[in-house]
T-cell receptor, first 114, second 111 residues
Framework: DAGVIQSPRHEVTEMGQEVTLRCKPISGHNSLFWYRQTMMRGLELLIYFNNNVPIDDSGMPEDRFSAKMPNASFSTLKIQPSEPRDSAVYFC????????????FGSGTRLTVV | DQQVKQNSPSLSVQEGRISILNCDYT??????FLWYKKYPAEGPTFLIS?????DKNEDGRFTVFLNKSAKHLSLHIVPSQPGDSAVYFC??????????FGPGTRLSVLP
C-alpha cells in the first residue's frame, strides 16, 4: 500500500485565493482525519470522517474552512478565502475504526499564504 | 486549556545516552497512549503504544512508562542514536474517542 497520499506537497497562494488540499486514505480504512500543525498549537484536529460522513468538525477554525469526502478514497479540505494566518502544515490521516494503533499520516501539505 | 502537555519543547542528548521524553495529561478517563515520531517534511509515524492496564511497554530501544496516578507517561530511548533526532508527539485517547496530541518535543541526538 502506498500509504496516505496528500497533494500538493507545497502550496503558495495569495491572500484571498481559494486553496484546495487533497487526500487519498489507505484502502480499507474507514476513518479520515484532517490535522493542522503550527508551532504555537502543535497538531490540531480540524475534522474527522467515519465511513465518509463528517462526524466532528468542531476543530474547523471558521466558516472559511470546509471539508468533503465524496467517497471512501478521496477527501478535500478547502479554504476560501485564504489568509496569512492559515499558513501551516496540513496533515491527513486515516485509520481503521479510530482505535488500535492510532493513525497513519500522510506527508502533509505545507501551505503558505502571502 | 491543553489536555496533553509536553513541557519540554526541545531536548539535546549525547549519542549513546538515554533520552527521556515526558508527557502529562489532564483527563483520568484517557486509557490509551501512543508516541509518534516525526521527521522534517514527513508525516508523524507511530512508534509505540501502551494501554492503561499496563505501566510499561518495551520495543527494542524504546520503552514507554505510564503512571496513571500522576497522569504522566514517558518515552525512554536507550541508547540514543543520531537517527532518533526528530519531533516526538504523545497522543492520548479514551475508548471510542479521537486521539489528542501533545505539542511535541524536538529531540536532537548529538554525535
Amino acid at each position: 500500500d502506498a500509504g496516505v497520499i496528500q497533494s500538493p506537497r507545497h502550496e503558495v497562494t495569495e491572500m484571498g485565493q481559494e486553496v484546495t488540499l487533497r487526500c487519498k486514505p489507505i484502502s480499507g480504512h474507514n476513518s479520515l482525519f484532517w490535522y493542522r500543525q503550527t508551532m504555537m498549537r502543535g497538531l490540531e484536529l480540524l475534522i474527522y470522517f467515519n465511513n465518509n460522513v463528517p462526524i466532528d468538525d468542531s476543530g474547523m477554525p471558521e466558516d472559511r474552512f470546509s471539508a468533503k469526502m465524496p467517497n471512501a478514497s478521496f477527501s478535500t479540505l478547502k479554504i476560501q478565502p485564504s489568509e496569512p494566518r492559515d499558513s501551516a502544515v496540513y496533515f491527513c490521516a486515516s485509520s481503521l475504526n479510530r482505535v488500535n494503533y492510532g493513525y497513519t499520516f500522510g506527508s502533509g501539505t505545507r501551505l503558505t499564504v502571502v | 486549556d491543553q489536555q496533553v502537555k509536553q513541557n519540554s519543547p526541545s531536548l539535546s542528548v549525547q549519542e549513546g545516552r538515554i533520552s527521556i521524553l515526558n508527557c502529562d495529561y489532564t483527563n483520568s478517563m484517557f486509557d490509551y497512549f501512543l508516541w509518534y515520531k516525526k521527521y522534517p517534511a514527513e508525516g508523524p509515524t507511530f512508534l509505540i503504544s501502551i494501554s492503561s492496564i499496563k505501566d510499561k511497554n518495551e520495543d527494542g530501544r524504546f520503552t514507554v512508562f505510564l503512571n496513571k496516578s500522576a497522569k504522566h507517561l514517558s518515552l525512554h530511548i536507550v541508547p540514543s542514536q543520531p537517527g532518533d533526532s526528530a519531533v516526538y508527539f504523545c497522543a492520548v485517547s479514551s475508548y471510542g474517542q479521537n486521539f489528542v496530541f501533545g505539542p511535541g518535543t524536538r529531540l536532537s541526538v548529538l554525535p
